[in-house]
């Protein structure tokens, strides 16, 4: 009995991982971290871990075209901040992203160029003050600003001297 149940629930959770995948992966121009941020329990975090511009509720997403005057057929409640050829900067819910896909003349939905979602790398805190190499690099900069100090005072002093002198 035992034995049953397990491969029963065994068959079950393959069911629901195969479905989670089929609805992450439903729209193929859709990319793929923009569908994981589209399915994700916190949107914001998400975003902000995958170096994502999020904000209002929103995505900034790169809107690919077939053709460049095609923007003029985007719907007027996407939030274009800009275009340029075939490709169409703006910012979108996640709803907007699957209505957007849905059209013909879309190509893809991806994240802007500028939002390269690479692994963050891990500091230790130990690692995060630079280290100084040169222990004498102190002492170089209190000469640079004596010296400058000295060379001011010195300017000074002459400009001050000379209008004594012409008075």
Avoid: C
């Avoid at 994700?40 to 075209?65: C, I, M, Q, R």
């Avoid at 100084?132 to 010296?147: A, G, P, S």
């Amino acid at each position: 009995m035992l034995l049953l149940m397990v491969s029963l629930f065994y068959s079950l959770d393959m069911g629901f991982s195969q479905m989670r995948e089929d609805i992450s992966n439903s729209n193929p121009k859709i990319n793929p971290i923009i569908s994981e941020w589209q399915s994700s329990e916190d949107p914001e975090t998400f975003a902000s871990e995958n170096n994502l511009s999020f904000f209002e509720g929103k995505l900034s997403v790169y809107v690919h075209l077939n053709q460049a005057d095609s923007i003029s057929r985007i719907p007027k409640n996407i939030d274009i901040q800009a275009s340029d050829n075939r490709i169409v900067v703006a910012f979108v819910t996640s709803n907007q992203i699957d209505d957007l896909a849905t059209l013909d003349f879309v190509v893809k939905i991806t994240p802007p160029d500028y939002a390269k979602t690479l692994p963050s790398p891990k500091i230790q805190p130990e690692e995060s003050v630079i280290p100084i190499q040169d222990e004498n690099i102190y002492l170089n900069l209190i000469w640079i600003i004596i010296l400058s100090s000295i060379i001011v005072i010195v300017i000074i002093l002459k400009k001050q001297k000379k209008h004594t002198e012409l008075e």
